[in-house]
């Protein structure tokens, strides 16, 4: 049964709706129908009708982010392009693929002035296979022979990836499929000096060797998860070198946009939950504790098991929020007394549970948490909660439950939402995070003043640069935001390093802490001379401490620097988006005053011998 469950006449019903919305000029309901309606295991045929669909779509008119990706690799690619940009579309791209000639890789990046440089890539995907790798050992090599030879393999992937971030590109390059046939059979796996012995350790030292700025692709999971021998077939390799079957296209154009999107800032962050027999079976308003099912039995084995990947979930930075028609002590029951749960309060950072819609509970989660709808994962058992949260909420993802919970994981995991490309500290702690921001949405709320509720935070920032630790987490944040990012630059990570190299250039992170707890790194500038002028380039803040001071003390921190370079004056650009509206109106909030238009972006200006703005950030320098 495929992941999606969703029968073809559903989906091409969804294909002509959104075909419908697209000729009334509603694009975003015709993406919505679609991200609802067709799943990476939909029909090969039926992905492409829907890649046609969108292909004749204005992304960058619907605020979609632009991205720029050149493929490059020994195997026949043109038919994963189409569903490549119809993925890509519905992660939130506007994406324009360059895809290199057949088996130039190699020279196609060494090349300065190749095809592929000129099209100036945000991202370069290496497709490579296990053909790719010189890996062919006689049977009984030694082992130190075996090591020898993956290590050769991996040194001429390091070389690739090194020219390519030298240039500023994001890489992603695939891990190597292990076929499903090999001569030695068991022994290939099995033997030390076996094939698929080779392939499992250079999958493992490509993983070791990947450095910031490189993805790696884990497609030999996609492959295996799809089925080997349907993933592979000969014919096709033999006939036109296509190392993937057509009828697994779409499983790889869906896992790969997916990817991309999490390295591009655009997977989904926040998971909301329902709880009666989403995270327990039956009811426990009616069942009680001891009749709900949760950890006995086979059911209630499910549930326990669904609710350990929810809490992995949660331990790699996804945000939980539970939405339950409940009485809110009857919901939070279970999590303080089962002897099974596996999830308990603490692990949620928003719970909500009461009888009204949940469509309005979703956008409440959504608002309290301070993110976009399109953060959102909303998983419910019942398929009308489910229908009224599409209808209503187009943004969120919803994905389809099947009957038996045995499916939940699959059923999740189907949709590929919440695909990372690293994992630090502040990852972890996300849900704390995010909860104690909740707690101090409910302190405000007991104060009458403004300023009397900031000077209660007792909040200390300190500031730094681009160094090895802070270095990625500047890229991440500057990746991720959207509502409070008045540029909508996007440099990679080692653009940002040459940058802080750069004297005329300042790179500068935030970190702030209060009475409630430490926000971790909430902002990033990159500030550039232009002569007299100090040019802020991008200015990118978390969400969690709007209104708080921090934009004035961010300012301050600027005018700072202008001063220490003996700058007369600081040029803001403002570059609308469809999210970033929230501080559209920044720079003239802070006494800024518009100074002209170009190529769509609004330049506002301040002297660098005006006076501090006053704000209740103290700084711990």
Known sequence: MPLDTMDRTRVKDGIARARAAVAEGDVP?????????????????????????????????????????????????????PPLQLWLTLAGFAPAIHLAPFD?????????????????????????????????????????????????????????????????CLVMENNAPVPADDAAGNLSGAASWGGRTALRLLNAELAFAAPSGVVLFDLDHVAARHGRRAWHDPRYWFHS????????????????????????????????????????????????????????????????????????????????????????????????????????????????????????????????????????????????????????????????????????????EAGAWFEATGFNAEDAARTRLYAENAQRAEHRASFVDMQGYLASLEMVATTGGADAFHLPRIAQLIGKSNQFHLTGTRPTEAEIAALARDPAWTVLHIRLRDRFGDNGLIAALLLHQQGPDLLVHTWAMSCRVLARGMEEFTANLILRDARRRGCTRILGRFVPSAKNQLVAGLYSRLGFTLAGEEQGASLFAAPADRDPWPTMVHHDA
């Not at 829907?50 to 779509?57: D, H, P, Q």
């Not at 002035?113 to 049977?139: C, K």
């Open 104 to 168: 130039t890789a190699t020279a196609s990046i060494l090349d300065p002035g190749s095809e592929l440089h000129a099209f100036r890539p945000d991202l370069v995907w290496l497709f490579t296979t296990h053909r790719d790798h010189d890996l062919a050992l006689a049977p009984g090599a030694t082992p130190d022979a075996v090591r020898a030879a993956v290590s050769r393999a991996v040194a001429a992937r390091v070389a690739l990836w090194d020219a390519l971030r030298a240039r500023g």
């Open 241 to 412: 070198k296509h190392a993937v079957a057509p009828d697994a296209t779409g499983v790889l154009a869906h896992a790969a946009a997916r990817l991309i999107a999490g390295a591009r800032g655009l997977a989904r962050k926040c998971l909301v939950l329902d709880l009666d027999n989403t995270l327990w079976g039956g009811v426990i308003g009616d069942d009680g504790l001891a009749g709900i099912a949760l950890g006995s039995g086979a059911a209630g084995e499910a549930f326990v098991a669904f609710q350990a990947h929810v809490k992995a979930l949660k331990d790699r930075g996804i945000i939980l929020a539970a939405c339950s028609k409940n009485e809110p002590e009857t919901a939070a029951l279970p999590f303080r007394d089962h002897p099974d749960t596996v999830l308990r309060l603490e692990d949620f950072a928003v719970f909500r549970a009461g009888w009204g819609n949940k469509a309005d509970a979703v956008r409440d989660i959504a608002t309290t948490l301070d993110i976009g709808l399109d953060a959102l994962v909303f998983i419910d058992d019942n398929p009308m909660e489910r229908d009224i949260v599409r209808q209503h909420l187009p943004d969120v993802a919803v994905p389809e439950m099947p009957e038996d919970p045995a499916h939940y994981i699959a059923a999740l």
């Open 29 to 81: 309901a015709a993406l919505a129908i679609l991200r609802a309606t067709i799943g990476a295991e939909t029909d090969f045929l039926d992905q492409l009708r829907a890649a046609r669909l969108t292909s004749g779509i204005d992304g960058a008119a619907h605020g979609l982010r632009p991205l720029r990706l050149a493929i490059a690799g020994a195997t026949t690619l043109d038919h994963l392009i």
